[in-house]
């Protein structure tokens, strides 16, 4: 959510406006001038309404002086004027909630500010490849379907999970399951080596934490509401670590605040249509291990850097090559000043696929959530709030079996990862 003082100041406020179009959201170009219109009249009110409360509580002073001088007519028709004030301010008061209700609601729907130097374009079709770390390799022998290699170490079974819980579940079983949790503790430990503090968080969150970390349209087409109950099941750990902070006043000493944290995730997935009967890439259920920071604004971007450079360094480790891929103004979600996806190379599609996504949000995430902190000279501002993925297995496994896959069938496993495997060095066809 941006400061409203963008919207009131007319340079500004065309500002907001050219910023909706380079999203190509012109369809929110009208809530501009009626948060504007809004916002004149809240003020209007309020300082109706504090001119009121001051000229009551000068007249409510005089009444004490009438009755001594025992005035008690004039102070009786004193009492009457400050009785209707008293019922205009409730009056004025009652149209400032409303409005600033729906000046809330508004505000919540116009984007975030992105960077200047963001690329424009209507989809991720249009994002920017910046650069390539490793080489891609495409073997002489042929990649089987991520789903076949897994199946052929006995580790996978999407059949059994259609039975039970229906499309977009997966059972993973042997060295494949002990695979996708060697690679979780791997990017655990690989995090706080960074200086990174490890949190589990809570797996479900109230509606207005849900409101306070996403755009709406992420809300609907993500999240997973328990009945009766004002709980979502998170859809990523990024939605509860950030959630941690709503309402608080954080000291300046204990910035920057780094958390690496793992956690479930429940996707809905509305709208994705290649929910595939036999492979793990989008799915309704997986783990993923994130990294979150909270800084001061002007430490955010070099943050932003830091964080996607983990990713980079995090899959190079494990053989597996990347590229970097800028997101353009259509592709970012409403909350973020800029992103940019981290991509591992797929020998078997040659091509490359998402496996991380970086994003700086600076100070909007955090005024919807009301996460400050308070300056040595006293003065409170809002933190930058930065997310970016470690790994999400079981997709992160597709590249990992490719790039790993030896002709044979067998799948080397990288010396960084073998204390996580037992030391195995190698995974074994059934």
């Known amino acids: 959510m941006i400061d409203i003082k963008l919207i009131r100041d007319e340079e500004t406020r065309n500002l907001v406006k050219e910023n909706i179009k380079k999203k190509f959201q ?32 000068k007249k409510s002073n005089e009444i004490g002086q009438l009755m001594k001088d025992k005035k008690i007519e004039e102070a009786n028709l004193l009492k009457e004027e400050i009785k209707n004030m008293s019922e205009e301010i409730e009056r004025l008061e009652s149209i400032q909630e409303e409005s600033s209700k729906k000046i809330k609601e508004i505000m919540m729907k116009i984007p975030n500010i992105i960077a200047e130097d963001v690329p424009i374009g209507k989809d991720d079709s249009q994002n920017v490849e910046e650069a390539c770390f490793g080489e891609k390799i495409v073997p002489d022998f042929e990649i089987p379907y991520h789903a076949d290699i ?36 791997y990017a655990r430990d690989f995090m706080i080596d960074k200086g990174f503090t490890y949190c ?5 969150i109230h509606g207005a934490a849900v409101d306070g970390v996403m755009s709406f349209e992420e809300k609907e087409n993500m999240m997973y509401k328990i009945e009766q109950e004002d709980l979502y099941l998170i859809g990523t750990s990024e939605h509860s670590m950030i ?15 780094t958390m690496t944290s793992y956690s479930p995730c429940f996707r809905k997935e509305v709208g994705s249509h290649g929910i595939e009967e036999r492979g793990v890439y989008r799915i309704h259920q997986f783990e993923k291990q994130e990294m979150v920071v909270l800084c001061k604004k002007e430490d955010s971007e070099e943050w932003y850097n830091k964080m996607w450079n983990y990713s980079v360094e995090l899959f190079r480790s494990l053989n597996i090559p990347v590229r970097k891929l800028v997101c353009c103004s259509g592709d970012l979600a409403d ?39 308070k300056k040595a000279n006293g003065d409170k501002e809002l933190v930058h709030t930065l997310n970016n993925t470690v790994v999400a297995p079981p997709r992160m496994l597709i590249a990992f079996l490719e790039n790993n896959l030896c002709a044979d069938g067998s799948v080397n496993i990288p010396e960084v990862l073998r204390p996580y495997m037992g030391g195995k060095e190698k995974l074994e066809k059934k």
């Open 200 to 204: 589990i968080p809570p797996y479900m």
């Open 150 to 185: 897994m199946a052929s170490f006995n580790g996978l079974d999407k059949d059994a999970a259609g039975r039970v819980s229906g499309n977009g579940f997966y059972y993973l079983m042997g060295d494949i399951a002990r695979l996708h949790s060697a690679v979780l503790t």
């Open 243 to 257: 959630a941690k902070f709503k309402d608080q006043i954080l000291k300046e000493s204990d910035l920057p605040i």
């Open 335 to 373: 909350l973020k000043y800029r992103s940019c996806d981290i991509e591992a190379w797929s020998p078997r599609q040659q091509k490359y696929f998402e496996v991380c996504s970086c994003s700086n949000l600076t100070d909007a995430q955090a005024r919807r959530l009301s996460i400050r902190y």
């Open 26 to 57: 012109d369809e929110k170009l009208p809530l501009v001038d009626e948060v504007y219109e809004l916002d004149i009249k809240n003020r209007q009110s309020q300082t109706t309404a504090d001119s009121l409360k001051a000229e009551k509580n």
